[in-house]
């Protein structure tokens, strides 16, 4: 039922489930530890101080967790957000960081009603 509402926003959950062996517990186990992750914060705080080095680094970060659970729309979101850091493409980077947010929003509610 959890993992249902997590592909509602476009998580793969086959994918999810395939990398904690089918383990459903432990597949929630680490969703759930999103809840406690600061990189999110930290990116929003970058983007408020022009930091670009920090604010590559919590996308990178970002990016790379979205990718080990198959949280594929902020995975893409947070791809694209790297690459136009790097090429010091601020305004584009902020309109991916406002799509990251509606997404980002709706994990986090599903995640805290999550057995």
């Known amino acids: 039922m959890s993992l249902e509402k997590l592909a509602s926003i476009g998580v793969d959950v ?18 759930k530890k999103l ?7 930290l990116l929003q705080e970058a983007f408020k101080s022009n930091d670009l080095d920090n604010a590559i680094a919590y996308a990178h970060t970002l990016k790379g967790v979205c990718g080990n659970l198959a949280i ?8 694209e957000m790297v690459k136009a850091l790097r090429n010091d493409e ?26």
Not at 14 to 30: G, Y
Request: charged residues 30%; proline residues 2%.
């Open 72 to 79: 594929k729309p902020l995975y893409r979101l947070f791809d």
């Open 14 to 31: 086959d994918e999810a489930m395939e990398r904690f062996m089918n383990n459903e517990m432990l597949c929630i186990k680490f969703f």
């Open 90 to 115: 601020w305004e584009q980077a902020r309109k991916l960081d406002e799509q990251a947010l509606g997404i980002y929003e709706q994990l986090m509610m599903i995640i805290k009603t999550m057995a």
């Open 35 to 41: 809840l406690n992750d600061d990189n999110f914060a």
